[in-house]
């Protein structure tokens, strides 16, 4: 059995942990998954 992890999903795991944590930090951490996923779309990114 392969695991297969996709870039995505780790990074909204990772951003709700975040959130979670620290509420403040909600902008930075918004902001900062979805300049992620735009560029991973624009260019295409098979992660």
Known sequence: M???ITLIPV???IAGILI???PKL???V???YLIAI???QILGLKL
Do not use: R
């Open 26 to 28: 909600l902008n930075y």
């Open 11 to 13: 990074l909204s795991i």
């Open 2 to 4: 392969t695991l297969h």
């Open 20 to 22: 979670l944590i620290k």
């Open 30 to 32: 918004v902001a900062i």
């Open 38 to 40: 735009g560029v991973i």
